[in-house]
């Protein structure tokens, strides 16, 4: 089993800045993408961001140029550096890693429980 913690949501003024953390724990056999998602109330979950384990990066349009997917494959973590926050950019975000779990299994999807975001002045 593969479990994904968040970190780093929280109430931020528009213009402000966050960085969201995500540590994947377990049974990690071969992690290929991590990714952040979002939930605005209301709203679809939707892709922010992903980073794969040779480093490509792919990013949302309304977040281009604002934030940053970065992450260290020997800490199995992944860090979303947030700036210039607008309010649409409200949700709960959640962290996204395909992880094949051993040698001889296939890469499956696993979700963390996700951490909020609120930017409101």
């Known amino acids: 089993q593969v479990q994904l913690v968040e970190s780093g949501g929280g109430l931020v003024q528009p213009g402000g800045s966050l960085r969201l953390s995500c540590a994947a724990s377990?049974?990690?056999?071969?992690?290929?993408?991590m990714a952040w998602y979002r939930q605005a109330p209301g709203k679809e979950r939707e892709l922010v961001a992903a980073?794969?384990?040779?480093?490509?990066?792919d990013y949302a349009d309304s977040v281009k140029g604002r934030f940053t997917i970065s992450g260290t494959n020997a800490k199995n973590t992944v860090y979303l550096q947030m700036n210039s926050l607008k309010p649409e950019d409200t949700g709960v975000y959640y962290c996204?890693?395909?992880?094949?779990?051993?040698?001889?299994?296939?890469?499956?999807?696993?979700w963390g429980k996700g951490t909020l975001v609120t930017v409101s002045s």
């Open positions: 980073i794969t384990s040779g480093g490509n990066t």
């Open positions: 996204h890693a395909v992880v094949a779990p051993a040698r001889g299994y296939s890469a499956m999807d696993y």
């Open positions: 377990g049974s990690i056999f071969i992690l290929n993408t």
